[in-house]
């Protein structure tokens, strides 16, 4: 079982610095990490009474960490023909009748990145979208949404592995969301992609 603290509390463990057991109380301080590369800011940890030096820092911290580190998010945008963006819309609809459809969008695309990303679903199965009407035609609406960076990059890699710009890619994402949802109607992909869309 996890025993959370809280600030001002006391404790005891070994300081690094005074090279000895002490005395210390928990405060909300800025903690280096293990990498040496960064710190995160925000974290509840113990620290020496005698040189306020981090001595340890509790389980409870843990989530908060990995969240500074890897729930850091970059704007997306992309260009693409009004008629796809009303295919995405359409799914949207599909997926959460009872939300504005817009508001459903990010997830939509954001989840299939990360299927992408974490090989669930091939970048190369995207490639025969690409030779289908819709995915042509003038850019003159576009999409935006934060993803993380982790997911970003590896989703990046893989597309750059078979020769996809990001545009090609998010073109071909909505029109495997088409058939997923509209086409096929695919009931464990649309189960997913409601409870990415719900929890995000």
């Given amino acids: 079982m996890i025993k959370f603290y809280r600030e001002g509390d006391e404790s005891r463990g070994p300081c690094s610095a005074c090279k000895m057991i002490v005395s210390t109380t928990f405060k909300v301080t800025t903690v280096p990490l293990a990498s040496g590369k960064g710190k995160v800011e925000g974290v509840l940890a113990a620290i020496c009474n005698q040189c306020e030096n981090v001595v340890s820092v509790p389980q409870q911290s843990t989530a908060r960490i990995r969240e500074s580190i890897f729930g850091q998010k970059r704007s997306v945008e992309v260009r693409i023909p009004k008629h796809l963006r009303d295919v995405l819309l359409t799914v949207c609809h599909a997926i959460a009748t009872d939300s504005k459809c817009t508001e459903i969008e990010p997830f939509v695309i954001r989840y299939y990145m990360a299927q992408i990303a ?83």
């Fill in 118 to 200: 974490h090989g669930k679903l091939k970048a190369s199965s995207l490639k025969k979208y690409l030779k289908s009407r819709l995915s042509e035609g003038r850019a003159n609406d576009r999409i935006s949404l934060k993803i993380s960076d982790q997911v970003l990059n590896q989703f990046e890699r893989k597309i750059k592995m078979i020769k996809l710009t990001r545009t090609e890619a998010i073109k071909a994402i909505i029109l495997q969301a088409k058939m997923d949802v509209l086409d096929k109607a695919a009931p464990r992909r649309l189960r997913e992609i409601v409870l990415s869309a719900s929890a995000a």
